[in-house]
Nanobody, 122 residues
Framework: VQLQASGGGLVQAGGSLRLSCAAS????????MGWFRQAPGKEREFVAA????????HYADSVKGRFTIPRDYAKNTVYLQMNSLKPEDTAVYYC????????????????WGQGTQVTVSS
């Protein structure tokens, strides 16, 4: 299984970015696809997740109403649409996958992509 994350960059506060996570190597039915982030000096934290088949979504309180996690079956890709970005959203963002059910615990995810840096300037 390979997860390829992309789409990070530098954006001003209030702006938007869309991250992509392209998955390959197996079928992902009954999988949960998640996004996590890690800021310097902090632990990796849950951001958002979606169940691949049912489409149930989960969000950290800090991003509710600002981030969404759509998926594209045909492209085997999960996105993280980030709107109204804040400086505190600055971090390296990682996509991850695990078999159902959903959990926000990073250590329980089996597959990880490389990180992509998101920097939000004030």
């Amino acid at each position: 299984v390979q997860l390829q994350a992309s789409g990070g960059g530098l954006v001003q506060a209030g702006g938007s970015l869309r991250l992509s996570c392209a998955a390959s190597g197996r079928t992902f039915s009954s999988y949960v696809m998640g996004w996590f982030r890690q800021a310097p000096g902090k632990e990796r934290e849950f951001v958002a997740a979606i169940t691949w088949t049912g489409g149930s979504t989960h969000y950290a309180d800090s991003v509710k109403g600002r981030f969404t996690i759509p998926r594209d079956y045909a492209k085997n890709t999960v996105y993280l649409q980030m709107n109204s970005l804040k400086p505190e959203d600055t971090a390296v963002y990682y996509c991850a996958a695990k078999y159902d059910p959903f959990t926000a615990t990073a250590g329980l995810y089996d597959y990880w992509g490389q990180g992509t840096q998101v920097t939000v300037s004030s």
